[in-house]
């Protein structure tokens, strides 16, 4: 299993309806997840820089490293890039994060 965990940025006001929108996820989004060996996800937000951090389990990183290509994805992408930073594509701006530490 590998860790996964990246950050992404909320555009400033925007942590109710984020936490709202998450609060509400699609079930078949969820199952696509989870199709491509995705568990344990978590996002944290900085509310001072408005900062979102995530971390995610990968049974299969190959599987989950084919999401950006699903029809779902970029649905719920398109849905939340009115309160993200975002590429042109609509995914939003994702930079890997180093992990330096970990206790089990």
Known sequence: MKRFAFKMKLKPGFAVEYQKRHDEIWPGLVQRLRDA????????????TNALFAIQYQSTPAAAAEL???????KWWLY??????TN?????????????????
């Open 37 to 48: 060996g995705i568990s344990n996800y978590t996002i944290y937000l900085d509310a001072e």
């Open 80 to 85: 939340m890039s009115d309160i993200m930073e």
């Open 88 to 104: 042109a594509d609509k995914s939003p701006i994702s930079t890997p994060l180093v992990e330096v530490f970990h206790l089990d």
């Open 68 to 74: 950006p290509s699903d029809s779902m994805v970029k």
